[in-house]
Nanobody, 121 residues
Framework: QVQLVESGGGFVQAGGALRLSCVAS????????MGWYRQAPGKQRELVAN???????NYADSVKGRFAISRDDAKNTVYLQMNSLKPEDTAVYYC???????????????WGQGTQVTVSS
């Protein structure tokens, strides 16, 4: 089985910073793209950023210049450095990853359970 576990969420004042981590564990053969999404109350889940195995990144316009996604493949971990946080960044943040498991063919998408980020004004 495969698990993704996020950490690093919390409560921060506007202008502050947080660093989220997401560790993938289990019978992992290979990880392709990894990403971060968020969902605010009453809103749809939206892409925040993603990163390919080759290191190419993509960001939502609302976070460009403030957030940075990175990954450590030796640790099966993806990070999201969030700077200059705004109240509108308040949401549950989820990581996802396209993972190939040992003994299987193809990549499947897995999700973490989410971590709350709250930014006060």
């Amino acid at each position: 089985q495969v698990q993704l576990v996020e950490s690093g969420g919390g409560f921060v004042q506007a202008g502050g910073a947080l660093r989220l981590s997401c560790v993938a564990s289990g019978s992992i053969f290979s990880i392709n793209a990894m990403g971060w999404y968020r969902q605010a109350p009453g809103k749809q889940r939206e892409l925040v950023a993603n990163i390919t195995r080759g290191g190419s990144t993509n960001y939502a316009d609302s976070v460009k210049g403030r957030f940075a996604i990175s990954r450590d493949d030796a640790k099966n971990t993806v990070y999201l450095q969030m700077n200059s946080l705004k109240p509108e960044d308040t949401a549950v943040y989820y990581c996802d990853a396209d993972i190939s498991r040992w003994g299987t063919i193809g990549y499947f998408n897995y999700w973490g359970q989410g971590t709350q980020v709250t930014v006060s004004s």
